[in-house]
């Protein structure tokens, strides 16, 4: 493989982007940019896994399980091999030293090469990632391909950087005044903690995976997956040609490795209390996140679990650009995002726009009616909304419609190309800010296509709020609409404070729940929501560690 | 103050250290290049202190405390102020967003600032540590000045390469194809954790002390220090000039306050667990080091624990060398270090040297020697050896001649100038790796003059107690002789697997129980000596969080 002349230019790129925070990507978005029958190959490319067995050929298989079913419908029918994890761990540790002595620089190479057949493959990636999380297609295809090959890449650019601030070798020589001085030979060593766990979630198996995988792996850990069991076919997919490159390029292919569960089995809690684990990588539930960082001691843990979204509304000067970014960030992949805004802090005494005063209750009337005009097009809806990822999401969007006054009721949308797609648009409930049993609905992360609309005070009652919020609750993403200079700079102090990322006044086509590799931090990882951030240093400096030897020269 | 131009060049200088790890230092080891005054200056600043009130100024001071007791025998008579701590930790986070927002270069130049003052009172620290912890004069002032200052300083730029690395704004401009390009304005903050906790040591209070003082402040977080109720001076020392420094600077000097503690009062495990408190360092027993990792959950915390170092002895080319070399770290502060050589590991056929073969018993035989002959002038025993620090570790020496055949007694050494200082030489007892209850001595760190000469069956067998030593007791250094190029290699392999930093044939000035800033890391992080290593990215990334504020451009 001519790994250096292939991938070093866009290592050299993805160095400069981390600095600079510019935009970048290699991996195009566009679904033509993959040939002119990059589409239809990549559907028979999936097509052609259904039904079967996923063969890995990696040692340590006691059976076979599998059990994935699209939320669009169809069973994928794949079973996948079973892990005997006495035999699986002992064997990933076994390419070990090689993969440390390859060295940081072919480590990212090697990771590069993984993640450019992964790009080729977006497709085929795309069709697996919308069958297993709900998304809808486009979604599928951007945000699990392109966009979570970014993040990969984005997590090998960040590994590289850390390793190599610490030179290989050097030469120190200490002045004893008139006597020789003092010498030695220093050499360096970024050594592998030991096996990386990631466990995968059903809604981003991808885009959330991949950071911890690529980070891991660059740094020279072994890395086992284990996937969300309704979400399996993406990682699996990404293991074997991890599996592939490593082969062919002269390491010992189980340096990464699949571990699939049987129904039932709860094996990521076995695995995170392993011994050979020294890593782990979770996103999901805050209640399995915090059990990890209790429990799993032995292991560097990184969470990614649930949080309180906030948008806090004061005033604007181009309220309808408000009203439809708003609209669309309730509405993409039918709140299913962990980034997805739930609270939205509006005065009772109404705002100010730049199309006059609104009340309270025009504010919320008005956002009402731009996610019916947005998703009022069945074709328009389905795309943009996707399917419900399960049958919880879809309990609690009922539920949720007893919480309070609903301002916008949640509609039913029929997909005719998977009619038993379980498709809705969001459902948004009025609460009051002031009252403590809403204040227990709004409180609380109610993961899906829900909204709640409170009544605040005053703008500084929601500021004292999303501080609360943030603090208790954790957040993902904070959003503010101002045109006062001040509460611009109030609410800045507060997620300074709190440690939440914040997008200010968003009326285009950026949005509040979007992050872009190599420029936006995807948390922050100093609030309850997550214990680190897509990426930056924090997340790859631990990883490794840096072994010295020193000789007298 | 020219911060900038006094202090930017130190910055860079140090900068560029730590990228090559050369040596370098800004701070001299040599007592006179202080100043022909300096040696009677720095006496007599110290002797002013004693019999006295160390007034602080800093709120919430509920009453006195003091009780300090030189290992050398007078009694310091000082009292530090006792911190209300409900009054004190909300005082100290009051000027925590002006220090944020001031940046990471000012926040470097002000540390820098804080340091130099260090600096040019180095003789009075060496007095007031010597004092405290028991080292001999000349190493009190070296380790407990110049060095300590170059592991601060060496804090402080990995602190603020770290925060620098995001710039503070970026521009980014997303093509669209034919439409408009997305656009955002972004900025990043480097923002802090909350109110960092400082544990101390007895040992080495500036050494220990400094590296995460300095990472802290660097990074924003006001600093709490709680000095071991045995060593208070030097830090209480340490946290006036940081006051003075930070309020001429214009920042609140309750950025920085101390915590002294009543006899038996036990505050750090108070403080530990105040919500307030967001970060820990700690020097320290493995006890009350996994105590806090266990239970400080609400903090990011950095242990250095104990460990039980290890010196492979398998052949040499320079027998008289190694022999020398040893004695010398087995003498160093009377083995005080977390980094003194415990077990000694020798072959019980013996050895090959240039000096032709040497059975077990002989060269255990002739390390005793040597420490005899370094030892043998009672001037240069105390030079090398300081005091004992505390009974315990008295009872430990004495104890140390029951475990085994004992190769070297302990020696009384008589301190002319100190009669109450307890000085005692190391003793060397000789055990075998073969038998469970010399085992169960040697696994086990017995902190202070004491060291175990082990005979083992081979130099595979050492390598494998070596490596199973690392992996269950954890290791701060570990030294090797050899002269086979395989051995060599097998050796580094156990120290790359199990996370040990390796001295290989040390002859020379260079010893295994010392490291320089900017170049050595103390610690590795990655066995269960230690959670962290002085200093590397891992040691400062997690200390702030990047917050991100975009908006539409």
């Not at 979570?148 to 997590?155: S, V």
């Not at 076995?270 to 805050?286: C, F, N, Q, V």
């Not at 939440?500 to 285009?508: I, K, P, V």
Request: charged content about 20%; overall charge negative.
């Amino acid at each position: 493989m001519q790994l250096t002349e292939t991938h070093r230019p866009t290592l050299d790129r993805a160095l400069e982007a981390i600095r600079t925070r510019a935009y970048w990507s290699p991996h195009p978005e566009h679904p033509k940019a993959y040939g002119e029958t990059g589409a239809a190959d990549g559907l028979a490319a999936y097509q052609a896994l259904l039904g079967s067995r996923f063969e890995l050929d990696q040692p340590g298989t006691d059976g076979w399980t599998g059990g994935e079913v699209s939320p669009y419908g169809p069973e994928l029918g794949i079973e996948y091999p079973h892990p005997d994890l006495d035999v699986l761990l002992p064997a990933m540790r076994a390419g070990m030293a090689a993969w440390r002595d390859a060295g940081p620089e072919t480590r990212a190479l090697v990771c590069l090469e993984v993640l450019s057949r992964i790009s080729a493959r977006t497709h085929e990636f795309a069709h697996a990632v919308m069958h297993t999380s709900g998304q809808a297609f486009m979604m599928a295809l951007q945000a699990g391909g392109p966009h979570a090959q970014d993040r990969g890449l984005e997590a090998v650019a960040y590994a590289y950087e850390e390793q190599t601030r610490t030179p290989q070798t050097a030469d120190w020589s200490k002045p004893q005044g008139k006597r020789d001085p003092l010498e030695l030979r220093k050499a360096f060593t970024a050594a592998p903690r030991g096996i990386a766990l990631l466990i995968g979630c059903n809604t981003f198996p991808t885009w959330n995976g991949y950071p911890g995988l690529f980070a891991s792996l660059a740094t020279g850990n072994p890395v086992l997956v284990k996937p969300h069991p309704r979400a399996v076919l993406p990682l699996a997919m990404t293991v074997r040609i991890a599996r592939e490159v490593l082969g062919e390029a002269g390491f010992d292919p189980n340096l990464v490795a699949l571990a699939a569960e049987r129904p039932g089995e709860g094996i990521a809690k076995t695995l995170a209390l392993r011994p050979e684990i020294k890593i782990i990588d979770y996103t999901g539930s805050t209640e399995f996140g915090d059990w990890l960082e209790e429990n799993a001691r032995q292991a560097q843990v990184y969470t990614e679990k649930a949080g309180v979204n906030t948008v806090v509304i004061d005033s604007t000067d181009d309220y309808k650009g408000m009203l439809s970014n708003l609209a669309f960030s309730l509405s993409l992949y039918s709140g299913q995002m962990c980034t997805t805004p739930q609270n939205l802090l509006i005065p009772r005494d109404g705002i100010t726009t730049d199309a006059g005063p609104k009340s309270y209750d025009e504010v919320v009337a008005d956002i009402a009616a731009s996610v019916s005009g947005l998703l009022g097009d069945d074709g328009r809806a389905n795309a943009l909304l996707g399917a419900l990822v399960n049958p919880d999401v879809k309990a609690r969007l009922e539920a949720a419609a007893g919480l309070g006054e609903v301002a916008l009721p949640s509609r039913e949308v029929a997909n005719p190309e998977f009619p038993d797609a379980v498709v809705r648009t969001p459902v948004i409930v009025k609460l009051d800010g002031a009252k403590p049993d809403d204040e227990a609905s709004f409180m609380s992360e109610c993961f899906g296509p829900v909204s709640f609309a409170v009544a605040v005070d005053s703008t500084s009652d929601a500021l004292e709020l999303l501080r609360r919020t943030v603090r208790d609750k954790g957040a993902m993403t904070v959003g503010a609409y101002t045109t006062s200079a001040e509460t611009e700079r109030a609410v800045e102090e507060v997620c300074l404070e709190e440690s939440a990322q914040l997008s200010l006044n968003l009326t285009g086509g950026v949005y509040v729940n979007q992050t872009a590799a190599f420029s936006d931090f995807h948390g922050s990882g100093g609030n309850p929501a997550a214990n680190a951030a897509l990426c930056d240093g924090a997340f790859v400096s631990n990883r490794f560690r840096v072994v010295e030897i020193r000789r007298q020269a």
